[in-house]
């Protein structure tokens, strides 16, 4: 080896060095297709959590409401037994807020909608809440969830866990009626008072239901 071939060495090694190092260390480029790295953390820059607001993951009211076609209809809300005292309470909260509304409306809708709980069980032994519109308000939204937010912006999320909680499988089913024509007449009893026949004991079975609103 010459004496320059000799002096030369060491750089070359830390050259050869250097460069094997920056290729351990740079990225390699993705191929395509390759899935990328999910980030779970909160984003950068996210506003931080205000003290006292609800976090994130609450669960938000629906948006959409209960407007029904015809001038009459009815809801049927089938309650689990061990929630009746919260629904209870919701229905109350919703009846004040029909009477107090500065909202004509909300008052036309108040005065015409009626509240009933019937005595026989409902579908697998929930409690059922019957809601009669007669009148329906035409164009009207019915959703309890949009009424109770109008009337008690600070603790609907609170009410609202308590309403959809209380819900049982058979959740709420809404129904628009229209006046019978046509039907066969009753046939009458012998001394010409007209007579019905009840219905069989638990045949009662409600159209499929949809989420409470």
Do not use: C, H
């Not at 002096?7 to 351990?24: D, E, K, N, R």
């Not at 009626?114 to 519109?133: C, D, H, R, T």
């Not at 006046?179 to 079975?205: K, L, M, Q, R, W």
């Amino acid at each position: 080896m010459s004496m320059r071939s000799s002096l030369l060495a060491p750089f070359t090694l830390i050259g050869t060095a250097a460069v094997a190092a920056g290729q351990t260390s740079a990225p390699l480029p993705q191929s395509a297709g390759a899935l990328q790295p999910q980030q779970t953390s909160p984003l950068p820059g996210a506003t931080p959590q205000t003290p006292g607001a609800p976090p994130a993951n609450v669960v938000a009211p629906p948006s959409a409401g209960r407007v029904f076609a015809a001038e009459q209809g009815i809801i049927f809300n089938a309650i689990r037994p061990d929630k009746v005292a919260d629904f209870d309470t919701v229905i109350a909260k919703l009846r004040k807020a029909l009477e107090t509304s500065k909202d004509p409306l909300r008052n036309q809708q108040g005065g015409s909608w009626k509240i009933f709980k019937a005595v026989e069980p409902g579908p697998n032994g929930s409690v059922l809440y019957v809601f009669v519109m007669d009148p329906a308000v035409k164009g009207a939204d019915y959703g309890v969830a949009k009424i109770l937010a109008e009337a008690y912006p600070m603790e609907i999320m609170d009410l609202y866990r308590m309403y959809s909680g209380a819900f049982a499988a058979a959740g709420q089913t809404l129904l628009n009626l229209q006046p019978a024509t046509g039907a066969p007449a009753t046939p009458a009893g012998p001394d010409g008072a007209v007579t019905t026949t009840p219905p069989a004991a638990g045949t009662f079975a409600p159209p499929p239901a949809t989420a409470p609103r």
